[in-house]
């Protein structure tokens, strides 16, 4: 039996990936390992689907300075030496990355150990642990066309991004009652990253009386950030985070507000779903949501706004006009070309792991 291990964690959007591969690699009979940090999000998540989990030390790599700088380093070292005693005792014939700081340790101890080690590149630029992880490994897989300039030609390739399949085949009736909607009006869905965003959450809810004359509104606002005074509010939904219930909500939207995480927006690609994306300001992140969104709209999949130039009137007037024009976004995405990532990334997996014997 071929073993693999699966690393990545941090945010959803480090973990999803991941999860789009285990039913094909379980097909195939993989034994599916996976090392994440000990209480990071990836631990929930793959435990849902009844993988062996196995919490490792991480600490952030930062660019800025931050006192935790000083005791980081020593978590991502003690990670490291987990991270190696792990693979010796699990011996997996490849490893697959979907990145964040818990990952790069599984990289380095993978190089240490001679396993082979598959990375993936949701965002348009390497992130600084992908940076790290690229000479460790043996193949990059990237998520946008523009990525292959910064890699290593001999390491890239362009497979998209994996996607639960299950969240193809929603149920729009199951997803109105999950909701409690009872109206017919059309839905608006909001997500603000795998972790909410208080923002984005803020400006919506100023909106509702006037969005819910013409919409019911579904929100997945983030962990902590649910709001009790709307709990009563007629053809409003919020939830934290949706897990399996997310496939129906996605078949229930008409429209979407995002934020333009890669995962998120390839997600909203595949099931045609026009969006409105607002990317994480260049303030608080490296700007690569920013990269994602401006690909989108050159594309014709998207309206974008940025976090700097939105108000509530021109959000609100972004929403009327997208739903008037929602079938000219549609017929753009469903032109698209869509990779098959999952198969793709299998069979390099594949590839991989049989070099390895
Ligand atoms: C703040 C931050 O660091 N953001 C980064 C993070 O975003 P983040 O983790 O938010 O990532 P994405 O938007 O790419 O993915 C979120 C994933 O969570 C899922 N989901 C979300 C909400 C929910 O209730 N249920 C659920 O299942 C989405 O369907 C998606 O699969 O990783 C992305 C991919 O590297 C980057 O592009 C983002 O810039």
Not at 93 to 108: E, R
Not at 145 to 170: C, H, Q
Request: proline content about 4%.
């Amino acid at each position: 039996m071929k073993r693999i291990v699966l690393t990545g964690g941090g945010t959803a959007g480090h973990v999803t990936p991941n999860l789009a591969l285990l039913p094909r690699l379980k097909e195939l009979g993989y034994d599916i390992h996976y090392i994440g940090s000990y209480n990071g999000i990836e631990k929930k998540l793959i435990e849902q689907y009844s993988i062996p989990y196995y919490g490792i030390s991480s600490g952030k790599l930062r660019r800025y300075f931050d006192w935790k700088n000083f005791s980081d380093p020593f978590k991502v070292i003690k990670g490291y030496g987990q991270a190696r005693t792990l693979l010796k005792k699990l011996k997996p014939d490849v490893v697959f990355s979907k990145g964040g700081f818990v990952s790069v340790p599984v990289i380095l101890a993978a190089k240490h150990r001679k396993i082979p080690a598959i990375i993936h590149e949701s965002d348009i630029t390497p992130g600084l642990a992908n940076k790290l992880a690229i000479p460790n490994a043996c193949k990059v897989c990237c998520n946008f066309p523009e990525t292959l300039k910064y890699l290593p030609a001999d390491k890239a390739v362009l497979t998209g991004s994996p996607i639960r399949e299950e969240l193809l085949s929603g149920n729009r009736l199951k997803g109105l009652t999950y909701c409690g909607f009872q109206s017919e009006k059309p839905v608006i869905m909001v997500i603000g990253g795998s972790t909410g965003s208080q923002f984005i959450n803020k400006i919506v809810r100023s909106l509702l009386p006037d969005l819910l004359k013409d919409f019911q509104v579904l929100h997945l606002c983030g962990k902590g950030k649910l709001d009790s005074s709307f709990e009563h509010t007629k053809g409003y939904a919020q939830f934290e985070y949706a897990n399996k219930e997310l496939s129906d909500m996605f078949a229930l939207a008409d429209l979407v507000i995002s934020r333009a995480g890669a995962n998120a927006i390839c997600e909203l690609l595949a099931l045609r779903k026009p969006n409105i994306l607002i990317p994480l300001s260049a303030n608080a992140s490296r700007g690569d949501q920013i990269l994602n969104a401006r690909s989108f709209e050159g594309q014709g999949y998207s309206v974008v706004i940025e976090e700097e130039q939105l108000n509530s009137v021109i959000l609100l007037d972004a929403i009327k006009k997208l739903f008037q024009n929602r079938n000219q976004y549609i017929n753009a995405m469903a032109k698209s070309e869509q990779l098959n990532s999952v198969e793709t990334i299998v069979q390099l997996l594949e590839q991989a792991a049989n070099q390895k014997k």
